[in-house]
T-cell receptor, first 112, second 113 residues
Framework: SQQGEEDPQALSIQEGENATMNCSYK?????LQWYRQNSGRGLVHLIL?????REKHSGRLRVTLDTSKKSSSLLITASRAADTASYFC????????????FGDGTTLTVKP | DGGITQSPKYLFRKEGQNVTLSCEQN?????MYWYRQDPGQGLRLIYY???????QKGDIAEGYSVSREKKESFPLTVTSAQKNPTAFYLC????????????FGNGTRLTVT
């Protein structure tokens, strides 16, 4: 079964708006990572947050992690049409750190 | 340039035939992974290998086989026993340190008719 579940499944916004997507997971983790996938391509790593961290920033990306709720959020500020893609969270569980488990992703459409 | 190469990009096979998907990396990563992605869905782990000559089953290994004879290469064979092989297959690699990110190839889209 999938470890992570993203919410919403699809999100459509105007350029310049902020986009927030959420990820929930089931087991204790060492870290959580967010990836981006353009249509028909491989995934690209965006940002990692460790289990002892609560918030991280990278450019227009802000990630939060709440281990008590087993959830994370990815915020993209001032979105651009080029941000249109699918976004996935992936967790490395404490019990099997060599194996990353992905959620079903959020498809983001940014309209120019 | 360092990276992961998957070939071919598109592959067509008849039902009942085995087919091997290629994955090569020049990133000097110890760990390599195969994922399957169906339309509109996330990635499901087929097999992974953390060191040469060793590999483990993922969540959906039935109907697939792998080998890891070289650090750079992790080919995936989709056998005729795989009941629904049409999918997008992604190969990835990473260092084995905790929290190392996965680096992905651009995938092979396999269609079996």
């Amino acid at each position: 079964s999938q470890q992570g579940e993203e919410d919403p499944q699809a999100l459509s916004i105007q350029e310049g708006e902020n986009a927030t997507m959420n990820c929930s997971y089931k087991t204790s983790i060492n870290n959580l990572q967010w990836y981006r996938q353009n249509s028909g391509r491989g995934l690209v790593h965006l940002i990692l947050i460790r289990s002892n961290e609560r918030e991280k920033h990278s450019g227009r990306l802000r990630v939060t992690l709440d281990t008590s709720k087993k959830s994370s959020s990815l915020l993209i500020t001032a979105s651009r049409a080029a941000d249109t893609a699918s976004y996935f969270c992936a967790t490395d569980a404490v019990t099997n750190a060599g194996k990353s488990t992905f959620g079903d992703g959020t498809t983001l459409t940014v309209k120019p | 340039d360092g990276g992961i190469t998957q070939s071919p990009k598109y592959l067509f096979r008849k039902e009942g035939q085995n087919v091997t998907l290629s994955c090569e990396q020049n990133l000097n990563h110890d760990a390599m992974y195969w994922y399957r992605q169906d339309p509109g869905q996330g990635l499901r782990l087929i097999y992974y290998s953390q060191i040469v000559n060793d590999f483990q089953k993922g969540d959906i290994a039935e109907g697939y086989s792998v080998s890891r004879e070289k650090k750079e290469s992790f080919p995936l064979t989709v056998t005729s026993a795989q009941k629904n092989p049409t999918a997008f297959y992604l190969c990835a690699s990473r260092n084995t340190g905790l929290g190392s990110p996965l680096h992905f190839g651009n995938g092979t889209r396999l269609t079996v008719t």
